[in-house]
């Protein structure tokens, strides 16, 4: 039941954007797309969350494809505390979140 | 406004012991989540519930492991006689309201060891 695709790790420069993709390609018409991260010893936080359009609130944007397939999280400046573990998930019908094994971001000073 | 409340934060247990993890909602939240995080990994969504009511528990192992969401208090995730592959951290989330559209709210744990 692995839905979702993303890197295993990445890196970026403090204070410099950063695109964190996924690929989500047997996705359904009314799945909706959630982004969690999660900080080392610390639950799961909320990031975002959108169906079809891109999605802007005060942590971050995201762009969703136009076939909905895939979809990109941009943290417009990544600071060291955005450092963590990022989980692009879909919401099926039920309420139940399929956490991939994330994205995990190191930010370097 | 307190948030998704665990306890307790670290649990230790001998095998074949039983160990209760509680899980207190955030005020006004009615639905609760029970995932999983074995080491290295991605959570796994275990059981949902609501007052009084299990709505879907399709990620539960079918042996040793219980959850209940009482009309009054915490919900409960119980695993008996328990084993070292139990080892894991535990997380409970919870939601106002159910919606594929609605934020699910987590605490910070339970992590349990099993000697």
């Known amino acids: 039941d692995a839905k979702t695709t993303q890197p295993n790790s990445m890196e970026s420069n403090e204070e410099e954007p950063v695109h964190l993709p996924c690929n989500h390609s047997t996705i359904s018409g009314t799945d909706y797309i959630h982004w969690y991260r999660q900080l080392p010893s610390q639950g799961p936080e909320y990031v975002i969350h959108g169906l079809t359009s891109n999605v802007n609130n005060r942590m971050a944007s995201l762009a969703i494809a136009e076939d909905r397939k895939s979809s990109t999280l941009i943290l417009h400046r990544a600071t060291l505390r955005d450092a963590a573990v990022y989980y692009c998930?879909?919401?099926?019908?039920?309420?139940?979140?399929?956490f991939g094994t994330g994205t995990s971001l190191t930010v370097i000073p | 406004n307190a948030g998704v409340m665990q306890n307790p934060r670290h649990l230790v247990r001998r095998r074949g012991q039983e160990a209760r993890l509680r899980c207190s909602p955030m005020?006004?939240?009615?639905?609760v989540y029970w995932y999983r995080q074995l080491p290295e990994e991605g959570l796994k969504f275990m059981v949902y519930l609501q007052k009084e009511n299990i709505i879907d528990e399709s990620g539960m192992p079918k042996e040793r492991f219980s959850a209940e969401f009482p009309k009054e208090g915490p919900s409960i995730l119980r695993i008996q006689q328990v084993v070292r592959g139990d080892s894991a951290a535990y997380f409970c989330?919870?939601?106002?309201?159910?919606?594929?559209?609605?934020?699910?709210?987590f605490g910070p744990g339970t992590r349990l060891t099993v000697l």
């Open positions: 989330a919870s939601s106002p309201i159910r919606g594929q559209y609605n934020e699910q709210f």
């Open positions: 005020k006004g939240h009615s639905h």
């Open positions: 998930i879909l919401l099926l019908a039920g309420n139940q979140f399929y």
